[in-house]
């Protein structure tokens, strides 16, 4: 079974810094694709960045980078300074060509100021 | 911009009563999912479809059916509402055709209570 863990159930920044949450995923596919998705309190769970395991460069949007590991199958996301509005549930997840998503148990993240 | 709504976001209900979850997709998206999220699980899937009038099981769909009469619309129904069906139900939907295809894009989520 494809599964996918977040070691870190909580976590906490300050404001302006940066923080890395992890994440690790295990999938006997060759062709996948990672996703990040962010929950804020009471509202919409949003997609935050999305990975093709094909590329070899890791992506990037504004303050959210991932450092993707394919041989460890680690799929990591960075915050850099970090905002208030940037608390919330992050959840990590798989998704293995054909199948369903996989996510992981999510890390929430408080940020302080 | 992608736009999934749920008809409630929170319920409460009593132990047997039947339970409809409605959810509704503004983007012609041929793929609509349940999920039911719980702390330390994440998310769970328990049933999905991929056009109208079809359904396929999930991870979890003991307890759970589904209706997809239109496009647009995917519901979850509890047949008979239990004390552990209590949760939070997120409703996705995605499209093969979208620039971002692959991607879930989620309702804001129905908390039910079952007493």
């Known amino acids: 079974a494809q599964t996918v863990t977040q070691s870190q159930p909580e976590m906490s920044v300050q404001e302006a810094e940066t923080v890395t949450l992890s994440c690790t995923y295990d999938t006997s596919e060759s062709d996948y694709y990672l996703f990040w998705y962010k929950q804020p309190p009471s509202r919409q769970m949003i997609l935050v960045i999305r990975?093709?395991?094909?590329?070899?460069q890791n992506a990037t949007e504004n303050r959210f980078s991932v450092n993707f590991q394919k041989a460890a199958k680690s799929f990591s996301l960075k915050i850099s300074d970090s905002q208030l509005g940037d608390a919330a549930m992050y959840f990590c997840a798989s998704l293995p060509w054909g199948q369903n998503f996989v996510f992981g148990p999510g890390t929430r993240l408080s940020v302080l100021p | 911009d992608v736009k999934v709504t749920q008809s409630s976001r929170y319920l409460v209900k009593r132990t047997g009563e039947k339970v409809f979850l409605e959810c509704v997709q503004d983007?012609?998206?041929?793929?609509m999912f349940w999920y039911r999220q719980d702390p330390g699980l994440g998310l769970r899937l328990i049933y999905f479809s991929y056009d109208v009038k079809m359904k396929e099981k999930g991870d979890i769909p003991e307890g759970y059916s589904v209706s997809r009469e239109k496009k647009e619309r995917f519901s979850l129904i509890l047949e008979s509402a239990s004390t552990n069906q209590t949760s939070m139900y997120l409703c996705?939907?995605?499209?093969?055709?979208?620039?971002?295809?692959?991607?879930?894009?989620f309702g804001p989520g129905t908390r039910l209570l079952v007493l």
């Open positions: 996705a939907s995605s499209s093969p055709g979208h620039p971002l295809r692959e991607t879930q894009y």
């Open positions: 983007m012609d998206h041929e793929n």
């Open positions: 990975q093709e395991a094909y590329k070899q």
